[in-house]
Protein backbone atom coordinates (compact mmCIF):
# COMPACT_ATOMS: atom_id res chain seq x y z
CA UNK A 1 0.00 0.00 0.00
CA UNK A 2 1.21 3.19 -0.83
CA UNK A 3 1.60 5.98 1.74
CA UNK A 4 3.05 9.33 2.03
CA UNK A 5 4.75 10.35 5.30
CA UNK A 6 4.25 13.77 6.45
CA UNK A 7 5.75 15.61 9.63
CA UNK A 8 6.44 19.07 10.20
CA UNK A 9 3.32 19.91 12.60
CA UNK A 10 2.77 20.89 15.52
CA UNK A 11 1.78 23.82 18.19
CA UNK A 12 3.02 27.28 17.06
CA UNK A 13 1.66 30.68 18.64
CA UNK A 14 0.08 33.13 16.36
CA UNK A 15 2.64 34.99 13.92
CA UNK A 16 4.72 31.80 14.43
CA UNK A 17 5.99 29.07 11.64
CA UNK A 18 6.30 25.96 10.72
CA UNK A 19 7.53 23.66 7.61
CA UNK A 20 5.26 20.74 6.91
CA UNK A 21 7.25 18.13 4.65
CA UNK A 22 5.26 14.74 3.02
CA UNK A 23 7.78 12.48 1.61
CA UNK A 24 6.06 10.43 -1.22
CA UNK A 25 7.11 6.96 -2.22
CA UNK A 26 9.34 6.25 -5.44
CA UNK A 27 7.00 3.98 -6.06
CA UNK A 28 4.35 6.87 -8.10
CA UNK A 29 5.14 7.45 -10.91
CA UNK A 30 4.19 10.50 -13.39
CA UNK A 31 3.25 12.95 -10.97
CA UNK A 32 1.02 15.68 -12.28
CA UNK A 33 0.01 17.15 -8.51
CA UNK A 34 1.18 17.62 -5.35
CA UNK A 35 -0.77 19.38 -3.00
CA UNK A 36 -1.47 20.72 0.89
CA UNK A 37 -5.22 20.41 1.93
CA UNK A 38 -6.75 21.65 5.46
CA UNK A 39 -9.72 20.42 7.71
CA UNK A 40 -10.64 22.37 10.47
CA UNK A 41 -12.87 21.34 13.08
CA UNK A 42 -16.78 21.41 11.90
CA UNK A 43 -15.21 22.00 7.92
CA UNK A 44 -14.77 20.23 4.55
CA UNK A 45 -11.12 19.79 3.78
CA UNK A 46 -10.39 22.51 1.32
CA UNK A 47 -6.98 22.99 -0.81
CA UNK A 48 -4.29 25.19 0.52
CA UNK A 49 -1.77 24.88 -2.28
CA UNK A 50 -0.39 22.94 -5.04
CA UNK A 51 2.06 22.99 -7.73
CA UNK A 52 2.01 21.11 -10.47
CA UNK A 53 4.81 18.78 -12.47
CA UNK A 54 5.14 21.85 -14.68
CA UNK A 55 6.07 23.93 -11.35
CA UNK A 56 3.10 26.34 -11.48
CA UNK A 57 1.64 26.84 -7.76
CA UNK A 58 -1.84 27.85 -6.78
CA UNK A 59 -2.58 29.25 -3.40
CA UNK A 60 -6.26 29.57 -1.23
CA UNK A 61 -6.63 33.27 -1.03
CA UNK A 62 -6.86 32.78 2.98
CA UNK A 63 -2.95 31.99 2.62
CA UNK A 64 -1.46 33.65 -0.45
CA UNK A 65 1.88 36.00 1.25
CA UNK A 66 1.85 33.73 3.80
CA UNK A 67 2.29 29.60 2.83
CA UNK A 68 4.89 28.84 0.07
CA UNK A 69 4.47 25.40 -1.54
CA UNK A 70 7.78 23.83 -3.08
CA UNK A 71 9.10 20.53 -3.72
CA UNK A 72 12.28 18.19 -3.83
CA UNK A 73 12.12 16.16 -6.85
CA UNK A 74 15.49 14.66 -6.17
CA UNK A 75 14.06 13.89 -2.72
CA UNK A 76 10.91 13.07 -3.84
CA UNK A 77 9.42 15.53 -0.84
CA UNK A 78 6.78 18.54 -0.65
CA UNK A 79 6.55 20.96 1.78
CA UNK A 80 4.88 23.80 3.12
CA UNK A 81 6.01 26.79 4.39
CA UNK A 82 3.72 28.47 6.60
CA UNK A 83 4.47 32.25 8.01
CA UNK A 84 2.70 34.51 10.07
CA UNK A 85 0.23 32.09 11.14
CA UNK A 86 -2.69 32.65 12.73
CA UNK A 87 -6.04 30.66 14.94
CA UNK A 88 -7.66 30.07 11.66
CA UNK A 89 -5.07 28.18 9.89
CA UNK A 90 -5.79 25.50 12.86
CA UNK A 91 -6.23 21.94 11.22
CA UNK A 92 -5.53 19.29 10.20
CA UNK A 93 -3.04 19.19 7.00
CA UNK A 94 -3.21 16.33 4.17
CA UNK A 95 -0.48 16.24 1.45
CA UNK A 96 -2.60 14.87 -1.39
CA UNK A 97 -0.39 13.76 -4.59
CA UNK A 98 -1.70 12.89 -8.02
CA UNK A 99 -0.11 10.31 -9.99
CA UNK A 100 -0.50 7.44 -12.56
CA UNK A 101 -4.10 9.03 -12.93
CA UNK A 102 -4.38 7.80 -8.89
CA UNK A 103 -4.72 9.97 -5.99
CA UNK A 104 -3.04 9.46 -2.86
CA UNK A 105 -3.53 11.19 0.76
CA UNK A 106 -1.10 10.93 3.78
CA UNK A 107 -2.95 10.41 7.04
CA UNK A 108 -2.93 13.96 8.32
CA UNK A 109 -0.78 16.01 10.39
CA UNK A 110 -1.96 18.46 13.33
CA UNK A 111 -1.42 22.38 12.91
CA UNK A 112 -2.60 24.36 16.01
CA UNK A 113 -2.24 27.91 16.14
CA UNK A 114 -2.42 28.86 19.59
CA UNK A 115 -0.99 31.37 22.17
Known amino acids: QVQLVESGGGLVQPGGSLRLSCAVP????????MGWHRQAPGNKRELIAG???????NYADSVKGRFTISRDNAKNTVYLQMNSLKPEDTGVYYC?????????WGQGTQVTVSS
Open 51 to 57: IMAGGST
Open 26 to 33: GSIFSIDY
Open 96 to 104: KVVGGGKAY
